[in-house]
């Protein structure tokens, strides 16, 4: 669908940034705030959707602001879909320039029985592979295809590679819940200041 994504980014050092993002399907705003505390107010319309990526910015220390209204009457997949976009976009242009950066990120979370890593590389190429290992159908009012489909969407427009498995577990919600914990905590290390490091790559150049 046609869309249109519009924002502020960094300034100043302050890793902030405030997209807008309006199609046919969806209209959203995110501000985030690449290092805050993890505070947060989500509301895409989809409960376990909040549930997730409050998780993901609590343990990303990441301060979030996202609101969604979507074309829910029809189904899940346009709004879980661009909510991850939007949050993407964001995060990319909050990240600024990517230097002196860790680049590089990896957690292990998990939630009783269930067990997640997350691997992150501030790559500046979208990438995305996703396995969660999830047996259900939906969980609340989220389908199950679309929460590694979040993931993907986030990690094209972020511009980072990402891989998250789901290593073992039998409960679908804690199946989840950890690997988006894990995608918070292994962003947290991957966008931390690694003075002197300049630009992490031997291309010279990552943005």
């Known amino acids: 669908s046609d869309r249109t994504m519009s924002g502020d980014g960094a300034a100043g050092g302050a890793r902030t940034a405030h997209v807008e993002r309006k199609t046919a399907e969806t209209e959203i705003s995110v501000d985030i705030n690449l290092d805050g505390i993890g505070k947060n107010t989500i509301n895409t319309g989809i409960g376990f959707l909040d549930h997730m990526l409050c998780a993901m910015s609590k343990h990303g220390r990441i301060d979030l602001t996202l609101s969604c209204k979507g074309d829910l009457h029809?189904?899940?997949?346009?709004?879980?879909?661009?909510?991850?976009?939007?949050?993407?976009?964001?995060?990319?242009?909050?990240?600024?320039?990517?230097?002196?950066?860790?680049?590089?990120g990896s957690a292990y979370c998990p939630l009783d029985e269930a067990l997640s890593r997350a691997v992150v590389d501030i790559s500046s190429r979208g990438s995305?592979?996703?396995d969660l290992n999830l047996k259900r159908e939906k969980i609340g009012e989220l389908s199950c295809e679309m929460i590694g489909h979040v993931m993907e969407s986030f990690a094209t427009e972020a511009r980072i590679t990402l891989h998250v498995d789901t290593l073992k577990g039998k409960n679908d919600h804690h199946k989840a819940e950890s690997a988006f914990k894990a995608l918070g905590v292994a962003l947290r290390q991957a966008i931390s200041s690694d003075a002197g490091a300049g630009v992490p790559s031997t291309k010279g150049v990552l943005s």
């Open 128 to 130: 995305a592979h996703i």
């Open 74 to 104: 029809i189904d899940d997949h346009h709004t879980a879909e661009d909510c991850g976009l939007a949050l993407g976009a964001a995060f990319d242009k909050a990240l600024g320039d990517r230097k002196d950066i860790k680049r590089w």
